[in-house]
């Protein structure tokens, strides 16, 4: 190992698969990291855009680390389980997220999420890198059963994209998400891993979604994202959905449902408890000139 450099890569096709196929791998329940469901969810934009968005590390051909570009100035990153505390391949990826003109972030403002205890957490505050905004992880062990939601679900195919793009957009504010982005989303390659359920309340109004991601039997899947109508909230639709999502999980059999979102989203935290989720320890981004 010692002495082989360590090269930065834009996947061509074929690895975009492999990065793909390693973040299936290296889920782990306890640990909240980049899942293979934030490339499916990313891949909405296109698989050209998705595959110049992934950075990866390889050393004598094996994947170190799989960044995503969630935004110009966001690189998402996990790595290798065995290599959190390579102290080689943390070096690398200082000097290339720090250092513009790398292919990977610009000058000034950027984020980096990373798994919390990988070593590259305590170099990149030498370099006067911040904690950001809090997140907050929510975990449902999948082991028992989960009960009905009390709500008619969908499961969304071409038939049902145009429903699954307004629920989006009348979940999130200032959402672009259109029926052609759920197509170049279905034809990702994480989504054959992956489902999207739509809620119905008794007047037959589609109400509230979710779009499910395994990462492969006796591993966590991801929830990204859940949303319920503007126009319906307050009736217990979150909590439904978010429990159709954790059933639709421990269908692919996945070990647990993960999720994670903004701590100060103190409405998504009490859905997702009230489904059956547990909270984590809170996790941040490392930031450059948060402030300037
Ligand atoms: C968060 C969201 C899904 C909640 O949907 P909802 O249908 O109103 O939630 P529910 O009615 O099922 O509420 C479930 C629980 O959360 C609580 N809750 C919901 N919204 C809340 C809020 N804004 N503040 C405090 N508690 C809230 C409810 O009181 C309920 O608690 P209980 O089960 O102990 O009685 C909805 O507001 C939404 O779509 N927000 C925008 C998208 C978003 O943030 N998604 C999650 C990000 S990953």
Not at 19 to 37: C, F, I, K
């Amino acid at each position: 190992m010692g002495g082989m450099a360590i090269e930065l890569r834009t996947p061509a096709m074929d690895e975009l698969g492999e990065a793909v196929s390693v973040l299936r791998e290296w889920q782990q329940d306890t640990v909240m990291q980049l899942h293979p469901g934030d490339v499916g969810w990313f891949w909405r934009a296109g698989t050209e855009a998705t595959a110049a968005a992934i950075r990866i590390w390889k050393r004598a051909g094996e994947v170190l680390a799989v960044g995503l570009l969630d935004g110009p100035r966001l690189l998402r990153m996990t790595i290798a389980p065995g290599a959190w505390r390579d102290e080689e391949l943390a070096r690398r990826l200082v000097a290339d997220v720090v250092e513009p003109n790398r292919g990977v972030l610009p000058q000034g403002k950027a984020c980096l999420e990373a798994p919390m205890g990988a070593l590259i957490q305590e170099l990149l505050p030498e370099h006067g890198w911040s904690a950001g905004e809090p997140w907050t992880p929510l975990h449902r062990d999948l082991a028992g059963p989960v009960k009905d939601p009390g709500l008619r679900i969908e499961l969304v195919g071409p038939e049902l994209a145009r429903v699954r793009a307004v629920l989006q957009r009348a979940s999130f504010d200032g959402s672009p998400f259109s029926d052609e982005h759920w197509h170049a989303m279905a034809c990702g390659l994480p989504y054959a891993d992956a489902r999207c359920l739509v809620g119905y309340d008794d007047e037959g109004d589609a109400v509230a979604t979710v779009t499910v991601w395994s990462a492969g039997p006796g591993r966590p899947g991801l929830l990204e994202p859940m949303g319920v109508h503007r126009e319906h909230r307050g009736r217990g639709h979150g909590k439904a959905i978010s429990i159709a999502a954790a059933a639709a999980l421990k269908e692919f059999g996945s070990s647990s449902a993960m999720v994670c979102t903004p701590s100060t989203n103190t409405g998504a935290v009490a859905t997702y408890r009230s489904a059956g989720f547990v909270r984590f320890p809170e996790v941040r981004d490392l930031c450059r000139d948060v402030r300037s």
